[in-house]
């Protein structure tokens, strides 16, 4: 009988209102406990792809830091969690700092000041660059920067959600050439409209320019300058006062896998964690 009873009471306290009510409390804690760490403090991914091999395998968690002090200390060689503007994550290798120069080269690597990257799979750089990486508060004249520096200079714009539209004129030396010549080149196989050359980026302009070059029979070579106006008053704007820290990093494979050669400067605010493990 007193061990029925005892079951009853025991039964009794788990359906208990007071019991629920604990439960409950514990939930409500633990949740927002959870999301203040994975949002502030660490972050654990599953790599679902061969992006970073071969320091990384494929299927392998990786463990971020988020805190400040993380982000801080930065140095290349340090795999780094991003956040694009559009929200999306992905990982990366850190290759270069603010106010490090890069040399971006056509036969396929990317020399910094401490190691040469070489990829296998054809280069989408075209002709050798050397960029140099914009610090909080450095003034980018646009009519000093080379044309790779330009296009990674307006995607920072548009993530500042400056309006803006291009003008872009084929010159040969010093002589300005008619815009109607881009309209008998190619890219690809696929003929130029002039209405879309303005929005192109260097490496495209770089082709139309070399065939525009071939069509007169230039000994010089024909170049397209850019020139930026605000869309708000059509006024010419000149240069642009870097809001961040800008950094650049890579894909290892290369291959399908955007990295700072497509989307250019990576601000400090989006890069939201540290590789700590493994």
């Given at each position: 009988?007193?061990?029925?009873?005892?079951?009853?009471?025991?039964?009794?306290?788990?359906?208990?209102?007071?019991?629920?009510?604990?439960?409950?409390?514990?939930?409500?804690?633990?949740?927002?406990?959870?999301?203040?760490?994975?949002?502030?403090?660490?972050?654990?991914?599953?790599?679902?792809?061969?992006?970073?091999?071969?320091?990384?395998?494929?299927?392998?968690?990786?463990?971020?830091?988020?805190?400040?002090?993380?982000?801080?200390?930065?140095k290349p060689t340090d795999f780094v969690l991003v956040e694009l503007p559009n929200g999306k994550e992905i990982v990366r290798k850190l290759i270069a700092l603010p106010g490090d120069s890069l040399k971006l080269s056509s036969a396929g690597f990317i020399q910094s000041s401490i190691a040469k990257h070489r990829f296998k799979e054809e280069t989408i750089i075209i002709e050798d660059r050397i960029i140099v990486l914009p610090q909080k508060g450095d003034t980018l004249?646009?009519?000093?920067?080379?044309?790779?520096?330009?296009?990674?200079?307006?995607?920072?714009?548009?993530?500042?959600?400056?309006?803006?539209?291009?003008?872009?004129?084929?010159?040969?030396?010093?002589?300005?050439?008619?815009?109607?010549?881009?309209?008998?080149?190619?890219?690809?196989?696929?003929?130029?409209?002039?209405?879309?050359?303005?929005?192109?980026?260097?490496?495209?302009?770089?082709?139309?320019?070399?065939?525009?070059?071939?069509?007169?029979?230039?000994?010089?070579?024909?170049?397209?300058?850019?020139?930026?106006?605000?869309?708000?008053?059509?006024?010419?704007?000149?240069?642009?006062?870097?809001?961040?820290?800008?950094?650049?990093?890579?894909?290892?494979?290369?291959?399908?896998?955007?990295?700072?050669?497509?989307?250019?400067?990576?601000?400090?605010?989006?890069?939201?964690?540290?590789?700590?493990?493994?």
């Amino acid at each position: 009988m007193k061990k029925t009873e005892r079951k009853i009471k025991k039964l009794l306290r788990r359906s208990s209102p007071w019991r629920l009510i604990v439960s409950v409390l514990m939930l409500l804690t633990i949740f927002p406990i959870t999301y203040v760490v994975r949002t502030y403090v660490f972050e654990s991914i599953l790599l679902k792809d061969s992006s970073l091999f071969s320091d990384t395998k494929k299927d392998e968690w990786l463990f971020f830091c988020k805190w400040k002090s993380c982000k801080e200390n930065l140095k290349p060689t340090d795999f780094v969690l991003v956040e694009l503007p559009n929200g999306k994550e992905i990982v990366r290798k850190l290759i270069a700092l603010p106010g490090d120069s890069l040399k971006l080269s056509s036969a396929g690597f990317i020399q910094s000041s401490i190691a040469k990257h070489r990829f296998k799979e054809e280069t989408i750089i075209i002709e050798d660059r050397i960029i140099v990486l914009p610090q909080k508060g450095d003034t980018l004249f646009f009519n000093k920067l080379n044309d790779i520096e330009t296009d990674y200079t307006l995607n920072l714009l548009r993530q500042e959600k400056i309006p803006f539209f291009v003008k872009a004129l084929p010159y040969s030396g010093k002589d300005s050439l008619p815009l109607a010549l881009a309209g008998n080149t190619k890219i690809g196989a696929r003929p130029v409209s002039t209405r879309e050359v303005q929005g192109l980026p260097w490496q495209e302009l770089h082709l139309i320019a070399n065939q525009i070059q071939m069509q007169i029979h230039s000994t010089e070579p024909v170049e397209f300058k850019r020139q930026i106006f605000s869309a708000n008053d059509s006024a010419l704007i000149e240069y642009f006062i870097s809001p961040e820290d800008m950094y650049y990093v890579l894909c290892l494979q290369g291959k399908h896998c955007a990295d700072s050669r497509e989307l250019g400067y990576i601000p400090k605010s989006q890069i939201i964690g540290k590789l700590i493990y493994p």
